[in-house]
């Protein structure tokens, strides 16, 4: 039965906008946003009034530690925690689980363990450990959205950290699937060499003097190196040492493809106010000094920082030594799921950043560079996921925490930020301290594992968005499976070369001419360059293509990404010149490169 809801409020927080409106969504999804006063009579209404409308939040960095060590936190109480923070997405890490994500009989299980528990959407990161090469497709085509490594010990026999060779074995995998690397980037060298120079274990300072800036620097330094030689997608986690952000910087205006996080306790706490003993606040890499935590504040500010997760990582208290206070010894991970919008919020305003950036960092920046789809803002089509926040309400933690085990650095911190209500998928989750009855959450997937599982007539819709021709469809959603992105290219290619001219030309007619106006938001993408072109040259484009159609029997097409409007008059004219048949088997070409890149955006955006 169809549902429809309208949650209006006076500060509704939208990409490149901030005001009243109203949000109008069916069947979980956001149809249409509006006027603030005009939700029709009779239809079920939220009204926030004065408090502020935002994203569900996305939290790409999450350790749930579910199955094997379920004692630590689990799904069932990671989850609700995140609802009580406005959290309506997470990504869980494959460690800390055991068996670990590393292979697809391992991901089987984390999915088992997770049904039916979770208050939240979730999805799951594949491990990359040595000699798990022959797993990554397997899991990519199971729906992992990406994989995390070590480069120093993970705290966790069954999660070995990799080297420089492993990374070059799997990296022309990962970037072929159009994937990408999660690293938590310290050198094990330079930590060795500090551990021996250490003091006393209840000292922070000991501890902060054994993870070294030096082992994120040059960890990160040989992160650069690789992602440019394998074009590969990588993504520094946590990322801790200010000293990397000229590195990071350069090599972005580079056009390297490498993307940072960081976290709340690195942007709220500093290593001068942490007492010894007080190992709650253990992580690693650690978090360091004023002035180096001032300095993430300035490179998020400026994108060189892509956004902020909370690296969740919760156990039982006995592990974190408080008896004691043994840095060395403690587990090294902090509570912080239920609390990192309040902990981002109430630091941000003290530096004059607005609650629009938050959402940015918070919601929308990790939904993007993570993959995750119709996540992280307010726009029509997107899930509604929202979160009713009172921006200006003082609190000290803890209130009521709902995370299994609750020691936390945020334990009577003084806090600005309230969520009141969070919403997923239309259905409030959470509300004023209530839950709902039971968990709602999904299970979420890798684009290639949802083509594969989707039903034949959705799958048929989605490849003809692709191809325009009825039978590549149809041919394409009866070959499925595809285990991995390169076989999909591969099928689309042959499938594409057994067709008739006459399935050739209907795909062809599924284009609109170079030049015109189109609904489509892959074809307006595509012909971007004609947007800024001359008008002399879309004149003479338009009489090009007249003589085109006039000669050929069908339209010109060319694979217009990248392409200015004075190029494709260019290749048009150019083409003019051919026979039929020549000219045929040009515009085949061109439509299989079409077809292949709307795939990649289908598989990987």
């Not at 990519?140 to 120093?152: E, P």
């Not at 000094?289 to 039982?316: M, Q, Y």
């Not at 989750?429 to 709902?436: H, K, Q, V």
């Not at 010149?577 to 079409?594: H, M, P």
Request: glycine share 8%; hydrophobic share 40%; charged share 25%.
């Amino acid at each position: 039965m169809s549902r429809t809801l309208v949650v209006r409020g006076k500060h509704v927080i939208r990409p490149g906008s901030s005001g009243p409106a109203s949000i109008h969504i069916q069947d979980g999804v956001i149809m249409a946003i509006d006027k603030f006063d005009s939700a029709p009579a009779g239809i079920e209404l939220v009204d926030a009034g004065d408090d502020v409308v935002m994203p569900g939040l996305v939290d790409t960095h999450v350790h749930l530690n579910e199955p094997g060590r379920t004692e630590w936190e689990g799904f069932h109480f990671g989850t609700r925690a995140a609802a009580a923070g406005g959290v309506t997405t997470v990504i869980d890490m494959p460690l800390n689980s055991n068996p670990p994500t590393t292979t697809a009989d391992g991901l089987q299980a984390k999915l088992e363990a997770a049904r039916h528990q979770c208050w939240v959407d979730a999805g799951f990161w594949g491990g990359v450990v040595p000699g798990n090469g022959d797993q990554i497709e397997p899991l990519i085509a199971d729906g992992v959205f990406g994989f995390k490594c070590f480069l120093a010990p993970s705290g966790v026999d069954e999660f070995p950290e990799v080297t420089e060779p492993d990374l070059r074995e799997v990296l022309p995998v990962i970037a072929g699937n159009h994937s990408v690397l999660l690293v938590h980037a310290e050198l094990p060298g330079p930590i060795a060499a500090a551990r021996r120079a250490t003091g006393s274990p209840r000292s922070y300072e000991s501890y902060l003097s054994s993870r070294p800036r030096t082992a994120e620097n040059e960890a990160i330094e040989l992160l650069i190196r690789l992602s440019k030689e394998f074009a590969a997608r990588v993504h520094i986690v946590h990322l801790s040492s200010a000293d990397a952000i000229p590195a990071l910087r350069r090599a972005r205006s580079e056009g390297v493809p490498i993307t940072v996080e960081t976290c709340p306790h690195y942007l709220a706490f500093s290593a001068e106010e942490i007492p010894d003993g007080a190992t709650p606040f253990k992580c690693a890499p650690p978090i360091r000094e004023k002035e180096n935590r001032e300095r993430l504040w300035a490179a998020l500010a400026e994108g060189v920082i892509d956004f902020i997760t909370t690296d969740h990582s919760p156990c039982p208290a006995s592990m974190k030594r408080m008896e004691s206070g043994d840095f060395f010894q403690a587990w090294g991970g902090i509570t912080s799921l239920q609390f990192g919008l309040a902990s981002v919020w109430t630091e941000a305003q003290r530096r004059g950043y607005s609650l629009e950036q938050v959402v940015e960092w918070l919601a929308t920046g990790p939904a993007r560079v993570a993959g995750v789809p119709r996540k992280g803002a307010i726009v029509e089509g997107n899930d509604a996921d929202l979160v009713v926040f009172r921006p200006d309400a003082a609190v000290s933690w803890p209130q009521v925490l709902h995370h299994r085990h609750k020691l936390t650095p945020y334990d009577g911190r003084p806090l600005i930020g309230i969520v009141e209500r969070t919403i997923l998928r239309g259905t409030t989750i959470y509300d004023r301290g209530e839950f709902a009855v039971s968990p709602s959450g999904k299970i979420l997937y890798g684009l290639l594992n949802r083509l594969n599982k989707a039903s034949a007539d959705e799958a048929r819709s989605v490849f003809f968005r692709c191809c325009g021709s009825s039978k590549w469809a149809a041919l394409m959603e009866r070959r499925r499976p595809y285990s991995s992105l390169n076989e999909l290219l591969e099928q689309a290619d042959r499938t594409w070369n057994e067709l008739s001219v006459d399935d050739w030309l209907e795909a062809f007619r599924a284009h609109p001419q170079i030049g015109e106006s189109s609904t489509s938001k892959w074809s307006q993408e595509e012909q971007a360059g004609t947007r800024s072109a001359e008008a002399a040259v879309l004149k003479e484009l338009a009489e090009a293509n007249r003589r085109y159609c006039e000669q050929f029997g069908f339209i010109f097409i060319i694979c217009a990404s990248g392409k200015s409007g004075a190029e494709m008059l260019a290749a048009l004219r150019a083409r003019l010149n051919k026979d039929r048949e020549t000219e045929l088997r040009n515009a085949g070409e061109q439509q299989s490169l079409i077809t292949r890149l709307r795939l990649l955006k289908l598989v990987t955006s």
